[in-house]
């Protein structure tokens, strides 16, 4: 599995941050790939939830929003969020893309 992760908007533009972060599932220690898989199936089945998204989503000034593609056998699957409307196993999986991935 292949995780993008896209950083767009916050207080300051830093060219830097615009490329994705990505990460290969199989370069993790397997404890921390099952942690990674367990994550994925989270964020993607709470995917539904973009109106409530949307309302918090305008409450957060300067907030930053986050696309992350995840490629699989053979789909690719993309959940948006955004400071104001992040569920907890999205942001664990930002930390974890972020923590272990590369631009």
């Known amino acids: 599995m292949r995780i993008e992760l896209s950083t767009e908007g916050g207080f300051v533009a830093a060219p830097g941050l615009e490329k994705p972060v990505i990460l290969d599932s199989g370069s993790l220690p397997p404890e921390q790939c099952e942690a990674c898989e367990h994550l994925v ?10 109106p409530v998204q949307a309302r918090a989503a305008a409450q957060v000034r300067d907030g930053r929003t986050y696309r992350m593609k995840i490629h ?4 690719s699957v993309s959940v948006d ?3 104001g409307a992040m569920s907890p196993a999205y942001r664990q999986l930002v930390k974890l893309v972020r923590t272990h991935g590369a631009r």
């Open 41 to 50: 199936r989270e964020v993607v089945a709470g995917a539904g939830n973009s």
């Open 81 to 83: 969020a955004s400071d």
């Open 72 to 75: 699989l056998d053979h789909q």
